[in-house]
């Protein structure tokens, strides 16, 4: 049985992490070399949240339209120069943190175990 992190590490996070390069590739007019190592991934990786090819975000806007709030957050701290004042995996747990990421993926595991 997977746990809530994992659950949310799964549906959750390339979702957000999609949203974010997107947000600072075309608003923010970032290389994708600069996303990956803020991010860290690859910039493969990158390309791909970039082109739509790997984590759909249109899903996951429509059931938690707030994400987007947190993700324009995000991505001001990293362009005013704020990275070195924050880490960014904190700041994406603080995302599932405050919309209950993980009870709602608990809830989703518990429906499944008992059905």
Not at 3 to 26: D, G, S
Not at 33 to 47: F, P
């Amino acid at each position: 049985m997977k746990t809530p992190c994992e659950i949310v590490n799964k549906r959750y996070l390339p979702a957000i992490r999609a949203m974010i390069a997107r947000e600072l590739a075309e608003k923010h007019n970032c290389t994708q070399m600069k996303i990956a190592e803020w991010l860290g991934v690859t910039q493969a990786a990158i390309s791909q949240y970039l082109s739509s090819k790997r984590a759909g975000t249109e899903r996951i806007l429509k059931i938690r339209p707030e994400i987007k709030e947190f993700v324009q957050e995000i991505t001001l701290k990293l362009t005013n120069g704020e990275k070195e004042k924050f880490n960014i995996g904190e700041e994406i747990c603080n995302i599932c943190k405050s919309l209950k990421l993980k009870e709602e993926a608990y809830t989703a595991i518990k429906s499944y175990v008992t059905a």
